[in-house]
């Protein structure tokens, strides 16, 4: 990151006096929710230890540095047991406050086609559930011990498509946020007598880089009639991460305008 303070970076908070600094880790951090969601704890004090496929932006836009960004393929399962020992050492009170999984792929077939059942192959199944399930797993076990020390928090970040057919969700990627949330359930009842509490955020159509062409369409079938905010997730994250969440756990909260009604 270049040494002079860029105008639009949120600087955090002043931590109260004798409050012990929160740590959230977040995959996927480069763009959309993950983007916004640093940029949402950042304001609030934390800090964030940022994890992407890329190195970490020169231009980063949050109040963060390099050396809390960590570059990991999490298609890779060795690279990222590498990565989780790497973020171990980055802890040193042995404390993380929340893990934020947000980490996922969305393979598209030629010209932005949806990858059916019949149409995709499984070396792409094996990866889209290597980023999109298997590495939140590996993440959470992982660091257990120090989510445990802190009581913290776990959130995935699912997807209406989890639960029902879209036209453009793939159907490994539809098949693994749906494996995810069950997941989620699991991890809550085992974490649960550790301190840690484990949910889920399901977004529906946000608007980012992911979206495909023609969900302009799908928004007058959406209650609110827009499409949701990266920011808008952000902040559904935060409260589960938070002690306004303290008794909510094992749960997957819908961030769609009403598209599941």
């Known amino acids: ?12 908070e002043p931590k109260p006096e004798g409050e012990e600094r929160r740590t959230l880790i977040l995959t996927g951090a480069s763009r959309g929710i993950g983007h916004a969601t640093v940029k949402r704890f950042s304001s609030a004090g934390w800090r964030v230890i940022t994890c992407s496929r890329h190195p970490f932006p020169e231009d980063c836009p949050w109040f963060a540095g390099p050396e809390d960004h960590i570059q990991v393929d999490l298609a890779n399962p060795a690279d ?21 999984n947000n980490a996922g792929i969305s393979p598209k077939g030629k010209m932005g086609a949806r990858m059916t059942t019949l149409s995709t192959p499984m070396e792409v199944w094996q990866q889209v559930f290597e980023v999109n399930f298997f590495a939140a797993f590996r993440l959470a076990v992982g660091l257990r011990e120090e989510l445990e020390a802190a009581k913290g928090a776990i959130v995935n970040v699912t997807s209406i498509a989890g639960s029902r057919v879209l036209p453009f969700a793939g159907s490994a990627y539809a098949s693994s946020k749906a494996a995810l949330a069950a997941l989620t359930r699991e991890m809550a009842a085992d974490f649960g007598p550790l301190g840690v509490r484990v949910n889920a955020i399901a ?9 495909s062409p023609g ?8 209650p609110l009639r827009r499409l949701g905010l990266p920011e808008e997730v952000a902040k559904a994250v935060y409260y589960l991460c938070t002690e306004q969440s303290s008794y909510v756990t094992g749960a997957e909260l819908h961030v769609n305008g009403g598209q599941h009604v």
């Open 1 to 12: 990151m270049s040494s002079h303070k860029h105008p639009s970076k949120p600087q955090p």
């Open 80 to 100: 990222t047991a590498r990565a989780v020992a790497e973020m171990r050492s980055r802890l040193p009170h042995g404390k993380l406050h929340a893990l934020v």
């Open 215 to 222: 969900t302009d369409k799908i928004v007058q079938q959406i």
């Open 203 to 211: 977004p529906g159509e946000i608007d980012t880089a992911i979206l």
